[in-house]
Nanobody
C-alpha cells in the first residue's frame, strides 16, 4: 500500500506564492514520475505539472512561467512552487505518482486526497 500526503495549500492574495509538497510512503520500490493536478468547482480535473525520475518536466500552458515543479528522489517528495498566483488558480490540488510496488514490482498510479488552494482577488 502507498500513501501520498500533500501539504502547503491555503489562502493567498492574487500575486502571492505558495509551495505545495507531496511525500510518498509505503511499499515503494521506485517512483517513475510524480505530478500535480487540480480541480476547480464545476470543472474537470486537469494536469498542472509532471516530473519524471530523470527530471523530464511538463507544464500546463496556463501555469508556464509561474509554477515550478521539482522532485527529491531520496525523500520521495515532489514540490510545486506557485508564484504570481491568480484567482483562476483556485482549486483543489492533487498529487499523483507512478510508483513501482516493492511487493509486486508492477507500476501503479496513486493519488493524494488533495489540498485546497484559494487565491483571492
Amino acid at each position: 500500500q502507498v500513501q501520498l500526503l500533500e501539504s502547503g495549500g491555503g489562502l493567498v492574495q492574487a500575486g502571492g506564492s505558495l509551495r505545495l509538497s507531496c511525500v510518498a510512503s509505503g511499499t515503494i520500490s521506485s517512483i517513475n514520475a510524480m505530478g500535480w493536478h487540480r480541480q476547480a468547482p464545476g470543472s474537470e480535473r486537469e494536469p498542472v505539472a509532471r516530473i519524471t525520475r530523470d527530471y523530464t518536466i511538463n507544464y500546463a500552458d496556463s501555469v508556464k512561467g509561474r509554477f515550478t515543479i521539482s522532485i527529491d528522489n531520496a525523500k520521495n517528495t515532489v514540490y510545486l512552487q506557485m508564484n504570481s498566483l491568480k484567482p483562476e488558480d483556485t482549486a483543489v490540488y492533487y498529487c499523483e505518482a507512478d510508483i513501482v510496488s516493492s511487493v509486486t514490482q508492477r507500476q501503479y498510479t496513486w493519488w493524494g486526497s488533495g489540498t485546497q488552494v484559494t487565491v483571492s482577488s
